[in-house]
């Protein structure tokens, strides 16, 4: 049986940027808070999150490839709302925003977390944010830090018969 790795949620000294569409800020603000929220629960000592709004969710991935270009992050959380309307523009920018970031996760050695609620309705978005089905941005932040951390972890030369240390993974 061979070895399994976990990124651990704990967040000391990491710093992350947010990507946050102003459009349904309503919505957004919150998953902001619980994003703000998650970095301070999972965190000891000083972590950093700077976040960047933009105009709407078609935004966030060219913020994203800029931040990714800049360095200095070691995670980039994206958070927005794209809710359903009369017309398809909704499927458009649902498809775009995600294959976007999809597209820069994949050759992106710093970690990206999707946190764009998909929904039908402003009321279900709200349930999302923060009420009746928990805070999707803290969830996703949680997500980053497990991820910024499994990155230490594969990036983390092992030989045979060698473990890693305790606050870089889990090995078993």
Known sequence: MGNTFRG?????GIRVAVVAASFNELVVNQLVEGAEDALERFSMS????DTFWVPGCFE????????LEQG?????LA?????????????HLAGEVTRGLGSLATVSS???AYGVLTCDSLEQALHRAGSKHGNKGAESMQALI???NL????GVEIEDGDELDEAEGQSG
């Not at 651990?8 to 000391?12: F, G, I, Y």
């Not at 966030?60 to 931040?67: F, H, M, Y």
């Not at 200095?72 to 980039?76: A, K, M, T």
């Not at 990155?151 to 594969?154: E, G, P, Q, Y």
Request: proline content about 4%; charged content about 20%.
């Open 79 to 91: 958070l927005g709302c794209l809710i359903r309307g009369e017309t398809d523009h909704y499927e």
């Open 146 to 148: 497990e991820m910024i």
């Open 110 to 112: 710093v970690p990206i």
């Open 151 to 154: 990155t230490a972890v594969i």
């Open 72 to 76: 200095g992050y070691d995670g980039v």
């Open 46 to 49: 000083d972590s950093e999150m």
């Open 60 to 67: 966030i991935p060219q913020t994203v490839s800029w931040l």
């Open 8 to 12: 651990k949620c704990v967040a000391d």
